[in-house]
């Protein structure tokens, strides 16, 4: 029950900042200190499918954007994108991962 906590609380606080705050800067910093607690509890491969997040983060959202635009930032100020979403989308590999091995620990 541990685990899942310290899997959704970094999550919420992300939502609640960015629904607070509304700023790029607060956001940049909450999911920069998410990415590295999460790379820090992952293990070994953390870092790596950190790594695999970012860069496909920047394909879809950076070259996807400049060939069809679907969605709009407010505030985009990274090729069209918020700097904190390649973090998020990383971070979301790496939370994703560990999520299948709660799931797979409690299965078998």
């Not at 700023?23 to 999911?31: H, Q, S, V, Y």
């Amino acid at each position: 029950m541990f685990d899942i906590l310290l899997i959704i609380a970094p999550l919420v606080l992300f939502f609640v900042v960015q629904v607070i705050f509304n700023k790029e800067l607060p956001l940049f910093i909450l999911a920069a200190v998410m990415s590295l607690f999460v790379i820090w509890q992952g293990g070994t491969g953390a870092a790596l499918l950190f790594g695999i997040g970012v860069a496909i983060s920047l394909i879809v959202e950076v070259g996807l954007g400049f060939v069809l635009r679907t969605q709009h930032w407010e505030n985009a100020s990274f090729f069209g994108i918020p700097y904190w979403l390649p973090l998020a989308w990383g971070y979301g590999f790496v939370v994703i991962h560990q999520i299948g091995e709660l799931v797979f620990a409690l299965v078998s």
